[in-house]
């Protein structure tokens, strides 16, 4: 009965350097979402997966950030040669149905990263 | 303008007292409206959501929907220093699946 789960919690990476974030949705839950927010923001959407069919990645902010789902349930958000600009808390979020009128996401504790 | 917007306070209120938070959305063709509580350093966490007009109870709060003046709000009854935190609405989008948020509303409540 574990809710969304997100590794690692903190990352430090130097600038230039590829990173990946793990999200593991609540079990049966369909729709998988990523989203990153600054301090002092909301949240930003980047990417939705329904199942392992990516339907949306308009978010991505740039083609260095790759996300993947394969069988449907563990996805990872990879981000190549990072910027400083990609410093963020990444949040991971997930939803039982795949209707957009009921479709209450609940979401993990993010990855904080930070790019020296 | 944002699509979402929200006072981003500070709102304080003394313990007790009602807090209300407000929230507008541009794009008529929102559908779902969503309040979310997050306290410093944690992750958002979803108290309610509404989708139809009117008013919807759920405990100490209630979610307030019109969609004629596109505008959805937050009543916190009897408010609890536990429940000082950032308040976000978000919006969902017919045909689509994703959440837009608004910035967040900072609320206080004081002892």
């Known amino acids: 009965g574990a809710g969304v789960s997100q590794s690692p919690r903190y990352k430090v990476a130097k600038r230039g350097q590829d990173v990946a974030l793990r999200c593991d949705p609540i079990?049966?839950?369909?729709?998988l979402f990523w989203y990153q927010q600054a301090l002092g923001q909301g949240p930003e959407f980047l990417t939705y997966f329904q199942n392992e069919a990516q339907l949306d990645k308009s978010g991505l902010p740039s083609d260095r950030f790759f996300a993947e789902r394969p069988e449907g349930s563990v996805s990872t958000l990879k981000i190549q040669r990072t910027q400083q600009e990609d410093s963020a808390v990444y949040l991971c979020a997930s939803s039982l149905g795949t209707s957009e009128r009921y479709n209450e996401q609940f979401f993990g504790p993010g990855t904080r990263l930070t790019v020296l | 303008q944002k699509e979402v917007e929200q006072n981003s306070g500070p709102l304080s209120v003394p313990e007790g007292a009602i807090a209300s938070l407000n929230c507008t959305y541009s794009d008529r063709g929102s559908q779902s409206f969503f309040w979310y509580r997050q306290y410093s350093g944690k992750s958002p966490e979803l108290i309610m959501f509404?989708?139809?007009?009117g008013d919807k109870e759920d405990g100490r709060f209630t979610a307030q929907l019109n969609k004629a003046s596109q505008y959805v709000s937050l009543l916190i009854r009897d408010s609890q220093p536990s429940d000082s935190a950032t308040y976000l609405c978000a919006v969902i989008r017919y045909g689509q699946g994703n959440l837009i948020f608004g910035k967040g509303t900072k609320l206080s409540v004081k002892p």
């Open positions: 509404i989708y139809s007009n």
């Open positions: 079990s049966g839950h369909v729709s």
